[in-house]
Nanobody, 127 residues
Framework: QVQLVESGGGLVQAGGSLRLSCAASGRTFSSKAMAWFRQAPGKEREFVAAITWNGQSTYYADSVKGRFTISRNNAQNTVYLQMNSLKPEDTAVYYC????????????????????WGEGTLVTVSS
């Protein structure tokens, strides 16, 4: 079993930066592809970024490409989301999630493919 705890959210002005962290418990983290999702008020949860279990491949939603960077440190059981040039439309609760398939290297990061979720951290971007 994997437990995920996000941190690093907060209030930031448009154009600013934040770095989110997701700390994982359990010995299987290094075999898990990881992803960040977000959910804005009144909207469905959406994919933001993902990284394969070995960190060799990353994937991004078009809306964040070039502004956000996902990374991981398997020695520290942590995945990060560096968010730059933030916009008011980035305001949401951000969740990290672990893929259900060990050693997954593909690009399917639908919510149904993820089987462990954190409780989320709120990011608010003011204009």
């Amino acid at each position: 079993q994997v437990q995920l705890v996000e941190s690093g959210g907060g209030l930031v002005q448009a154009g600013g930066s934040l770095r989110l962290s997701c700390a994982a418990s359990g010995r299987t983290f290094s075999s898990k592809a990881m992803a960040w999702f977000r959910q804005a008020p009144g909207k469905e949860r959406e994919f933001v970024a993902a990284i394969t279990w070995n960190g060799q491949s990353t994937y991004y939603a078009d809306s964040v490409k070039g502004r956000f960077t996902i990374s991981r440190n398997n020695a520290q059981n942590t995945v990060y989301l560096q968010m730059n040039s933030l916009k008011p439309e980035d305001t949401a609760v951000y969740y990290c999630a672990a893929h259900s398939r060990p050693f997954y290297s593909g690009n399917n990061y639908a919510t149904g493919a993820m089987n462990y979720w954190g409780e989320g951290t709120l990011v608010t971007v003011s204009s």
